[in-house]
């Protein structure tokens, strides 16, 4: 049975001498995994669209039972040149597509997450900030897999009462007669608080420019990465490479 799917490539592995088992974001299914025979080949019709990042339509020869589909052909949507051509946008390309792939199952159908993707990429590809695209990806991902910060008043006592701190361990935000209760509590800001609290909620289609202090980002990428760290078990690879980039090319 042939099937057509609209999906943009966040993993590529090599599968024997010439051929690619590519995992590929769909709008209709989800992740799935899809076998490209030949397409290491320079001169195959698959090397193009089987290549990391690409928005494609992949046609699909799909059998009754449990087996990969084998991709027939394929349309080449956007293949982002730009942001493949900039090693900085790159790693963040790289980070954003691991970590979706790391916290989704197979063949489990969200087209919120499937746009958000490719409004992700498109914007990287537009030269939009990566390091802020990534956090607004993060703050959405955690919400999808449950575990999002909170970022409502206090999270022990529901206190509307400021300065807060964050607690990596209790999940979120902690007042001032709460927060002794973490002594590894992080400082933050005001603005670093709200921007994490507007990263979960706002449509990302209304994206503008942001400017964002250095002070801020760093507490910003502190406090998301700690999370990330203690409330996720995975490691990801793509975030060691995205550290050696950001020494050799820092903001």
Known sequence: ??????????RSTDYGESSKVITVYTREHGKVGLMARGAKKPKSRLAAVSQLFTHGFFLCKKSPGPGMPDLSQGEIADAYPDLRQDLFRTAYAAYIAELLDRLTPENEANPYLFQLLLLTYRYLDEGKDPEVLSRIFE????????????????????????????????????????RTSDPHAIAVSEVVWKLLRLFQLFDLERLGEIELRDATRSQLRHVMRRFIDEHLDIRLKSRHFLDQVEKLFPT
Do not use: N
């Not at 049975?1 to 966040?10: A, S, T």
């Not at 449950?146 to 607690?167: K, N, T, W």
């Open 1 to 10: 049975m042939l099937v057509k799917w609209e999906g943009i490539v966040i």
């Open 139 to 178: 703050s959405k991902m955690l919400v999808v897999a449950g575990i999002r910060p909170h970022l409502q008043g206090c999270v022990r006592c529901g206190a509307e009462q400021e300065p807060y701190v964050f607690s990596v361990t209790q999940g979120g935000l902690l007042c001032p007669d709460c």
